[in-house]
């Protein structure tokens, strides 16, 4: 799909929203995406995964491992369309790691899949898991990039939409006083 047709694809869903947020990363924003407007419908969600995996087949992924929650659909999704086993990263006790008897080894090749990344904060969570587990992170794919972000290895993004944020202590709108909506799930799935 291309960058237009997907950039109109959000809007038409509503899942790009104007107001003064606070994103799952901490910093604001005037802008927002409603990623679960994407992965509400498989419709949606199978062809974008189909062009991740055509995207990403080059890497020869043995696994895809994504962050729980808005990562878990999409990664499922590219790794039915990968031919793969699709696993994800949660928070134990605020830390995360791999559970339900998920296990990665030396011999296998990781894509991680996002839906979503601004600073790339589960991105790299993700990695930190992986590697621990001694498997090689071979690629990243995500629906949505909003900011550029280099994480050494290959990195494909169906859609570039760049979106200012701020540190609280310099968002302009905090200090015209409007209201801050914080509608990620980080700040619900660490508690």
Do not use: W
Request: glycine content about 8%; proline content about 6%.
């Amino acid at each position: 799909m291309p960058d237009s047709a997907l950039s109109a694809e959000l809007a038409e869903r509503g899942a790009l929203l104007d107001g003064h947020f606070k994103l799952s990363s901490g910093r604001h924003s005037n802008r927002f995406i409603q990623k679960f407007r994407i992965l509400e419908d498989p419709r949606l969600v199978e062809p974008l995964a189909r062009e991740i995996a055509a995207a990403v087949r080059e890497f020869a992924p043995t696994v895809v491992v994504s962050a729980a929650v808005g990562g878990i659909v999409l990664g499922y999704e590219v790794g039915r369309a990968l031919g793969t086993l699709a696993i994800f990263v949660e928070k134990e006790n605020g830390v995360p790691t791999l559970r339900r008897g998920f296990a990665l080894g030396p011999a296998d090749r990781v894509l991680v899949v996002e839906d979503v990344v601004t600073t790339g904060l589960s991105v790299r969570e993700v990695f930190d898991v992986v590697r621990a587990k001694g498997a090689e992170v071979v690629a990243v794919a995500v629906i949505v990039r909003r900011q550029p972000s280099d994480f050494g290895v290959p990195t494909i993004a169906l859609l570039d939409l760049p979106v200012e944020s701020y540190a609280p202590e310099e968002c302009p709108q905090c200090a015209r006083g409007e209201a801050l909506v914080e509608p990620g799930s980080r700040h619900i799935a660490s508690k």
